[in-house]
């Protein structure tokens, strides 16, 4: 079973907790993607669902496929969230952000009674950091917010390379107008301290680290898929 193959397993398994006339939060990423496929072939056999989507980018593939959207001003609140994660551990921490979406992906998981993350077992880990996190920033005070971002990683014992990412010619820049420095601490021992110090920087629009919010994690392998439910 290769990648894509393990993606649409876990797709598979998500959508038989979704049912029809719900109030659905679509996620960003690949495996989201495979997600949204299967969906709107139950909605062209009569399955009703409005969704909301986490991104421009899903937004679209929902259109080309016929799922139907409303946005989070008119559902502002949501039955499920079907979502994917760069990295997630046994607590069900994630860190999200590698497709750019995480601002949105996480209003729209908080706003959701819950949160159910897909993904393939490569990302399943003990201890998350290995994937750099995604903090998305404002494009104004840049080098302030970056030089806080360096002094919180000081004092929790974190290092590693800061990184604006580029697309293009250019610094990318999310839906919602920001950028995004992709910090590549390593092992984060304490994810929940490092979320309390980012969040109380104030160029610091928010960061990957998505901490008691997902409900379930369906991780699939070369054997199937499987259910994680948090250890918390």
């Keep these: 079973m290769d990648a894509r193959e ?5 797709a598979e398994a998500a959508l038989t907790h979704v049912e029809s006339g719900m109030r659905l939060g679509i996620g960003t990423g690949s495996t989201a993607e495979e997600f949204v496929r299967l969906l709107a072939e139950k909605v062209a056999g009569g399955f009703k669902v409005e969704g909301v989507p986490t991104s421009e980018r899903t937004a679209r593939l929902c259109v080309e496929l016929g ?17 994917g994660a760069d990295e997630v551990d046994g607590a069900l921490r994630l860190i999200k952000g590698g497709g750019g979406a995480l601002l949105r992906e996480k209003i ?3 706003a959701s009674q819950r949160m159910i993350v897909i993904a393939d077992e490569s990302k399943l880990v003990d201890t998350l950091g290995a994937y750099a996190l995604p903090i998305e920033v404002n494009p104004f005070g840049l080098v302030s ?16 390379e800061l990184s604006l990412r580029q697309s293009g010619d250019g610094e990318f820049t999310t839906d919602g107008g920001h950028h995004i420095i992709d910090a590549s601490f390593g092992r984060i021992p304490d994810a929940e301290a490092l979320s309390s110090e980012l969040n109380s920087i104030p160029g610091v629009v928010e960061h990957g680290l998505f901490i008691n919010m997902a409900a379930l994690a369906i991780i699939a392998g070369p054997a199937g898929a499987r259910t994680l439910q948090a250890n918390r």
Aim: charged share 25%.
């Design 67 to 83: 799922v139907p959207l409303k946005s989070l001003d008119e559902l502002p609140a949501l039955d499920l969230t079907i979502d």
């Design 6 to 10: 393990m993606k649409i397993k876990a």
């Design 108 to 110: 729209v998981a908080a």
């Design 145 to 160: 917010t970056r030089m806080a971002i360096e002094k919180v990683a000081a004092r929790l014992g974190l290092s590693g």
